[in-house]
C-alpha cells in the first residue's frame, strides 16, 4: 500500500512537470536589430537634393511585417540565423506627427542576408532612394541664376542669399524679408504642370525655415477658369524643417483641370510686422499619369 503510495506521487508529481512546460513552455529568445537612422541618397541631376526628414522605419523580416518604429529603434524580432530584412522610410505625412506613414515614393532597402543572432543586437544603416519611373517635373534648388517663381501682384520680391548663415546647403538658398504689417509675398510656379487624376501618389517636398506663416496652395487651370485651393499652412519654425506634403487628394479633386501649378502665400502672423522666411529645394514628383 505504501509503495503504491509512492508510485502515485510519482506519477502525479510527474504529471505536474509536464502540464507546467504545456502550460508555460519556455519562451524564445528574440533577436534585436538596431536602426539609428536612414540615409537619402540621391541622383541630383534627376532627382533634386538628398535632404530628408525621415521620421520612422518599417521592418519586415522575410516579408513579415514587424511594425513600423520610430526612430532611433531597436526592434525585437523572434528569428534568428539568416534572413530577408527590408526597411521603408517612413515620413510624416504633411507633417503631421498624427499621419505617419512609409513614404509611396520610396523604394524598400533589403539585406537577403542580414544576420540575426538572439539576445544580441545587430546594427543596420539603411539607405532611401527614390523608386525608380517617378516624374520630377519641378525641380528648384535656387543655386541658378534665375529662379522659377513668378511674383503677382503687389507681392513683395524674393532674394537669393549667399549668406553661409541662411543658406540651408550649396551655396544659395531663398530669402523673404516682410518689413512692415501689410507687406505679403504672393508667387507661382512659372510653368503649369500635368499631374494624374486618377488617384496617384503627388506630393510637394520643401525645405523651409520662418518667422511668418506660409500657405501653400494648388492653383487649377481648367477651361476658362482658374481655381485655387489652400493645401496647407505651415507656421514658423526657428530651424529648416523638411516637410512632404500630400497633394493627391486635391488633384483628384479637380478632375477638369487641364493642369496645375502651385502657390506660396507669405504673410504676417497676427500682430507681427517683420518677418524672414526662407526656401529651398522644392520637389514637385508624382508616380505617373
Known amino acids: 500500500?505504501?509503495?503504491?503510495?509512492?508510485?502515485?506521487?510519482?506519477?502525479?508529481?510527474?504529471?505536474?512537470?509536464?502540464?507546467?512546460?504545456?502550460?508555460?513552455?519556455?519562451?524564445?529568445?528574440?533577436?534585436?536589430?538596431?536602426?539609428?537612422?536612414?540615409?537619402?541618397?540621391?541622383?541630383?541631376?534627376?532627382?533634386?537634393?538628398?535632404?530628408?526628414?525621415?521620421?520612422?522605419?518599417?521592418?519586415?523580416?522575410?516579408?513579415?511585417?514587424?511594425?513600423?518604429?520610430?526612430?532611433?529603434?531597436?526592434?525585437?524580432?523572434?528569428?534568428?540565423?539568416?534572413?530577408?530584412?527590408?526597411?521603408?522610410?517612413?515620413?510624416?505625412?504633411?507633417?503631421?506627427?498624427?499621419?505617419?506613414?512609409?513614404?509611396?515614393?520610396?523604394?524598400?532597402?533589403?539585406?537577403?542576408?542580414?544576420?540575426?543572432?538572439?539576445?544580441?543586437?545587430?546594427?543596420?544603416?539603411?539607405?532611401?532612394?527614390?523608386?525608380?519611373?517617378?516624374?520630377?517635373?519641378?525641380?528648384?534648388?535656387?543655386?541658378?541664376?534665375?529662379?522659377?517663381?513668378?511674383?503677382?501682384?503687389?507681392?513683395?520680391?524674393?532674394?537669393?542669399t549667399t549668406n553661409p548663415e541662411e543658406v540651408y546647403e550649396g551655396g544659395r538658398s531663398a530669402k523673404i524679408e516682410l518689413n512692415s504689417a501689410d507687406e505679403f509675398y504672393l508667387a507661382t510656379s512659372e510653368q503649369s504642370y500635368v499631374l494624374p487624376k486618377s488617384g496617384n501618389d503627388v506630393y510637394l517636398e520643401l525645405d523651409y525655415k520662418t518667422s511668418a506663416q506660409i500657405e501653400i496652395r494648388l492653383i487649377s487651370n481648367v477651361p476658362q477658369d482658374i481655381q485655387s485651393s489652400s493645401i496647407i499652412i505651415l507656421y514658423p519654425k526657428e530651424t529648416w524643417n523638411k516637410i512632404y506634403i500630400d497633394l493627391g487628394t486635391s488633384v483628384t479633386a479637380n478632375p477638369n483641370a487641364l493642369t496645375f501649378q502651385i502657390q506660396f502665400l507669405v504673410g504676417h502672423q497676427s500682430g507681427q510686422e517683420n518677418s524672414v522666411t526662407y526656401l529651398d529645394n522644392i520637389k514637385l514628383i508624382h508616380s505617373g499619369i
Not at 124 to 129: D, G, I, K, S
Open 1 to 160: 500500500m505504501v509503495l503504491l503510495k509512492r508510485i502515485s506521487l510519482v506519477i502525479f508529481i510527474v504529471h505536474v512537470l509536464i502540464s507546467c512546460e504545456v502550460i508555460n513552455p519556455e519562451e524564445p529568445i528574440p533577436s534585436f536589430i538596431h536602426i539609428d537612422d536612414i540615409e537619402m541618397v540621391t541622383n541630383y541631376a534627376q532627382e533634386g537634393s538628398n535632404s530628408s526628414n525621415i521620421v520612422d522605419a518599417w521592418v519586415y523580416v522575410d516579408d513579415k511585417f514587424i511594425g513600423g518604429f520610430e526612430l532611433p529603434a531597436t526592434i525585437p524580432v523572434l528569428a534568428e540565423g539568416e534572413v530577408n530584412l527590408k526597411v521603408r522610410p517612413g515620413i510624416k505625412n504633411s507633417g503631421s506627427t498624427a499621419l505617419r506613414l512609409d513614404y509611396p515614393f520610396f523604394a524598400f532597402y533589403e539585406d537577403d542576408n542580414f544576420m540575426l543572432y538572439p539576445d544580441s543586437i545587430v546594427h543596420v544603416a539603411p539607405t532611401a532612394r527614390y523608386f525608380e519611373q517617378l516624374s520630377f517635373p519641378w525641380l528648384e534648388d535656387f543655386e541658378g541664376g534665375t529662379f522659377s517663381l513668378s511674383e503677382t501682384g503687389d507681392s513683395e520680391s524674393l532674394q537669393i
